[in-house]
């Protein structure tokens, strides 16, 4: 239990106690408020959740709209808005009996069509630890004790969670799961800085209590092991840690994380005290460092000489700065990517500025080879760089790229790759960083250009081979059956992924003698078909034999996923391609794994080794007729990427295509709400992507333009525009080898709309000319009102806003005479920002404010966003300043309520800029700087303007 800092009658300000007649609130534990010395009985549950609604959102405006969903959720009575109002009234009466009837008050007051509390932090508790939170952030970079102590003092204000003791479902509600997650945050970064600075003791009471509320959380477990270790308490670090690895593994199946391992390998050296009270003070916080090595391997046997050599090609100022490792005649399974992910982990550290790794798919079962551009889009991402800011081209990219790892050391581990050509773009351009290339060709071109160094490996040695089967199966097991153990041996091969396929099934059977694992390997063909002059080592044999240890359903999934299209696949989708409930594919793919058939890259996503996945795909050509589980799959990810969809964006109209035809047996992915639609929107990305792709290609053409059509929004919201592209491009090809007019008119305007994005604007105009074209003659209103929207938005960027507003306006009349709402509403707000940019401000308000009206009345939280901003702007332009900046913050509550960023970041720009205008000081500060910290993390090119800003400003005074 923490202790708060906001006790009975009193508060604390600057260390002083403070009486008297005022009014005070706290909120992070249960509800409650004292006037003067009393403390007054708030009433019922519901009033008090009302009230704990406007303390989290103080200062803000809330909408009676979220006050009902707070209290009642989807089932609000008809009374509900009474309801609110007498509650409200009542709460004003109990905070000051003297107010006279129907005055506004002091501290509740309408606002917005809505309410808002007005309190600052001296008398509202979650303000106070914001403030405090925010002044240790600040501090941490130079001086890590007294960011500590700011931290304990904000921890200290929480003595439970927030609104403790209010209705459960209402306590549920995001607004309040947002103030548990800053209590979270500041808990993490508190830990950081008491570790830094020594100062551990008054933090650990609050580490704990946040330890518990998220036991899965490892940067904050993390974080409290390492203080318990700064105090002294090792033995209850190290039962922290063990704690939580035992519960991943029980909840999720994973190993504890690369934070918490490194947290738990800093205690064991016992350094923990002396490496955190000496470190000094930190760099300011910059974003994670890329860590994207694949896990150590747990059994590395023999390497020894390859090892060496390798470490030694970086050590010293001769530094090879290109590594290539490579088998003997491309031999498969000789363990090239364990050796280079050892050797990488072994060498990390000398890399400060992170590690990226990509398995370039060189030899994949389908003509999937990873495009150096997709390796190089990953590779951005983690880098920093926004989907958006991403440039047009390989070489483009490439430049970027090299640009950023320039200053920096970087280890760089290219994995499976093709060809000289896929590697080359991808290699860093400046002296410092080390890159690793596995490959099964040795890549001449490489050496002779880049000056790579070469390193062949050799299947393993019998001594080798004994060793990793000693390891994997016990010393007493191998040495009891050694005659077993060299035909093991020699059936193998030395091939290290034929032994370790091998030494998993005698594992996962510790009583079987090994002589029957040899006499099942000899029964296999008679062998492994150890050696063939000419292609090497085949491991099928070895494949095919742990295949047929599959019970009959496992081994049909496992021939049906070598056709799924994706790098990996989730539980619903595998049981969609079988045909079967989820609660029966599960147990399969667990199966799969325990035999290694399958890997298991993250909880719930399965995927396979290249050769296995070529393995399986080569089955199912000849066992399965495999067209219906195919139509499934397709069919899964269809109905699951619509349904994921009408949650992004519920006001947006039915799709206009032919009807598909009806299939059974799939399975219908479950959406919570808007956040779970995004997240698996998110996971399968790639999967989609591809599919529509192959569905494109075996013709599916009407399923292909249903697939790109449930994609637009979530690649437009989250800034994958290149990808918005080529998805576009694939639906524009399957829409023209059919005859529907309309239909090739609606890809060529949804290609320009994505061609707008990525700032084609000439392609994106020859685009939607061409949807005119083919929409004229029709009475299809609504669609020619989209093409317009979009013309107007290629003369945006150019500042040609008369044009913006001609085409804005051409669409609102289509929409209009086709009873279309909210796209009239659209084009309305649009044509109001392009006549603010005119410097016409009056008929921008009068257009922006009509479309807010019926955006409300549409229930479209995204356009009411959009046209408050737009509102917002235009009274700021008039210079009426205070309204604006109410407009702009409630377009900012919109934005962060449906997690729009770059509109969040926005307007919060505008904010600053309005505070600025009204009255300069700290508010505009503090909001150009929020809005620099979004557009930083998004890498967003805005980011300059916000922080020209700043620099104009100049520091508080």
Request: charged share 20%.
């Amino acid at each position: 239990m923490l202790t708060p800092r906001i006790i009975g009658p009193v508060a604390v300000r600057g260390g002083e106690v403070v009486a008297g007649g005022e009014v005070r609130f706290a909120v992070l534990g249960p509800v409650r408020a004292w006037r003067g010395t009393g403390e007054v009985d708030l009433g019922g549950p519901q009033q008090r959740a009302l009230l704990a609604l406007l303390l989290v959102r103080a200062g803000e405006p809330v909408s009676l709209g979220e006050i009902v969903d707070v209290l009642w959720g989807a089932d609000p009575p008809n009374t509900a808005v009474n309801v609110v109002h007498r509650h409200v009234g009542v709460l004003r009466r109990l905070l000051e009996p003297d107010l006279p009837v129907r005055s506004a008050g002091r501290w509740l007051v309408r606002s917005a069509g809505g309410y808002r509390l007005d309190a600052d932090p001296d008398a509202l508790d979650v303000l106070r630890f914001r403030v405090l939170s925010r002044q240790a952030r600040q501090a941490a970079g130079a001086d890590a004790g007294r960011a500590a102590a700011l931290f304990a003092e904000a921890l200290e204000l929480w003595h439970g969670g927030c609104a403790a003791g209010i209705d459960a479902d209402a306590r549920a509600h995001p607004v309040f799961a947002a103030v548990e997650r800053e209590f979270l945050a500041t808990a993490r970064d508190a830990a950081d800085a008491g570790v830094r600075a020594g100062q551990v003791q008054r933090l650990l009471p609050a580490l704990q209590e946040a330890a518990v509320r998220a036991p899965l959380d490892e940067p904050l477990q993390a974080g409290l092991v390492l203080a318990l270790a700064a105090a002294g308490q090792q033995a209850e670090a190290l039962a922290v840690f063990q704690r939580v690895r035992e519960r991943l593994a029980d909840e999720l199946g994973i190993d504890p994380g690369a934070e918490l391992a490194a947290a738990h390998a800093t205690v064991l050296r016992r350094d923990t005290a002396r490496s955190g009270a000496a470190a000094g003070p930190a760099e300011p916080v910059q974003r994670p460092r890329p860590a994207q090595l694949p896990v150590a391997p747990a059994t590395f046997v023999g390497r020894r000489a390859e090892l060496a050599r390798a470490l030694g090609l970086h050590a010293g100022a001769a530094a090879a700065a290109t590594v290539v490792i490579s088998a003997i005649g491309g031999m498969a399974g000789v363990g090239k990517t364990t050796l280079a992910v050892h050797w990488a982990h072994q060498v990390a550290d000398q890399f400060a500025d992170g590690q990226l790794y990509v398995n370039l798919r060189g030899f994949s079962p389908e003509a999937d080879v990873m495009r150096p551009e997709q390796a190089l889009r990953g590779f951005l991402d983690a880098l920093g760089v926004a989907p958006q800011s991403v440039p047009t081209g390989l070489d483009a990219q490439a430049a970027l790229y090299r640009s950023l790892l320039t200053g920096r050391r970087m280890l760089v581990l290219l994995d499976n790759a093709r060809d000289v050509e896929q590697v080359r773009p991808l290699l860093p351009g400046a002296g410092g960083c080390l890159a690793i290339v596995t490959s099964r060709n040795t890549m001449p071109g490489l050496v002779a250009a880049e000056g790579a160094q070469v390193m062949t490996l050799d299947v393993w040695s019998a001594e080798q081979a004994r060793d990793f089967l000693g390891r994997r199966l016990g010393a007493e097991r191998v040495a009891a059956e050694p005659a077993a153990v060299e035909q093991i041996i020699t059936l193998c091969a030395g091939l290290p992924l034929a032994l370790a396929i091998v030494a998993a099934r005698a594992a996962t059977n510790p009583t079987f003698p090994l002589a029957a694992t040899t006499k099942e390997l000899r029964e296999a063909h008679g062998s492994l078909e150890a050696f063939s002059a000419d292609a090497g080592i085949n491991v099928r044999a070895t494949f095919s034999w742990s295949y047929r240890t599959l019970s009959p359903a496992a081994a049909q999934l496992f021939r049906l996923l070598g056709g799924h299209p994706g790098p990996d696949v989730g539980v619903a989708a595998a049981a969609s391609l079988l045909g079967v409930p989820v609660r029966q594919v599960r147990p399969l793919l667990a199966e799969l794994t325990a035999a290694h058939m399958l890997m298991q890259p993250s909880p719930g996503r399965y995927g396979f080794h290249e050769l296995l996945g070529a393995y399986a795909a080569e089955l199912a050509e000849t066992v399965d007729v495999s067209s219906r589980a195919e139509r499934r799959i397709v069919e899964y990810y269809l109905r699951a990427a619509f349904r994921a969809d009408r949650l992004l964006r519920p006001q947006r109209g039915a799709p206009q295509f032919d009807p598909r035809p009806a299939v059974d047996d799939v399975i219908d992915e479950p959406f919570e709400d808007h956040g779970a639609a995004l997240a698996w929107f998110t996971t399968e990305r790639a999967v989609l992507i591809a599919l529509i792709a192959r569905t494109v290609r075996d013709g599916w053409d009407v399923e292909a333009q249903y697939l790109a059509w449930s994609l637009v929004t979530f690649l437009h919201r989250q800034g994958h525009w290149h990808d918005w592209v080529a998805v576009r491009r694939h639906a524009l090809t399957a829409t023209e080898r059919r005859t529907d007019r309309a239909a090739q008119a609606r890809a060529h305007r949804d290609l320009g709309h994505a061609l707008c994005q990525v700032l084609d604007l000439d392609e994106a105009r020859v685009q939607f000319t061409l949807s005119l074209a083919g929409f004229e003659g029709t009475d299809s209103r609504t669609e020619q009102g989209h093409v317009h929207r979009g013309l107007a938005r290629t003369y945006l960027p150019g500042g040609q806003y008369a044009d913006m507003v001609r085409h804005c306006e051409l669409a609102g009349e289509l929409y209009r005479a086709d009873g279309n709402d909210n796209g009239y509403a659209k084009a309305l707000n649009e044509a109001g920002v392009g006549y603010a940019y005119l410097g016409d401000y009056f008929t921008s308000l009068q257009n922006c404010t009509l479309a807010l009206a019926i955006f409300e009345l549409l229930g479209d939280r995204h356009g009411q966003a959009a046209a408050l901003d737009s509102i917002g702007s235009a009274h700021h332009g008039l210079d009426d300043h205070q309204t604006a900046i109410g407009f702009f913050t409630r377009a900012l509550h919109l934005c962060r309520e449906v997690g729009d960023r770059h509109g969040e970041a926005e307007t919060l720009t505008h904010l600053g800029d309005a505070w600025h205008a009204a009255a300069g000081g700290t508010a505009a500060r503090e909001h150009w700087q929020a809005a620099e910290v979004i557009l930083g993390e998004l890498g967003h090119p805005g980011v300059d303007g916000v922080r020209a800003k700043l620099a104009v400003a100049g520091s508080p005074s």
